[in-house]
């Protein structure tokens, strides 16, 4: 019987708190939310942190692989064109943009 109670007590909350937050008071809403996230059957929280850890797995192999294979001379033509681009953008943001008679 505890084991029954255990395995299935979030719907022993989840059917009157919705009954109750139509008949009587909204706030048991917020306990059938709450039922909903944290209490086994349902425990949203654990299987969204164990969904985005396969997520976050998968993306990390891609982009292991990713690294094994690029070369290096690109990655550092792109770090020295986004230099040249970031040092340009603040030197007309620092010397240009105060000196606008539009502004």
């Not at 909903?36 to 425990?43: A, E, G, R, T, V």
Request: contains cysteine.
């Amino acid at each position: 019987m505890v084991d029954h109670f255990k395995k299935y007590l979030g719907w022993y909350i989840l059917i009157p708190s919705i009954y109750l937050g139509f008949a009587h008071d909204g706030f048991m809403f917020v306990v059938a939310f709450l039922a909903l996230m944290k209490i086994p059957p349902f425990n949203w929280v654990d299987k969204m942190f164990d969904w985005s850890t396969s997520l976050s797995m998968k993306l990390r192999q891609r982009i292991d692989a990713f690294r094994d294979t690029r070369s290096p001379p690109v990655s550092k033509a792109v770090y020295i064109l986004m230099l040249l681009i970031s040092l340009s953008a603040l030197y007309i943001m620092l010397f240009v943009l105060p000196e606008c008679e539009l502004c």
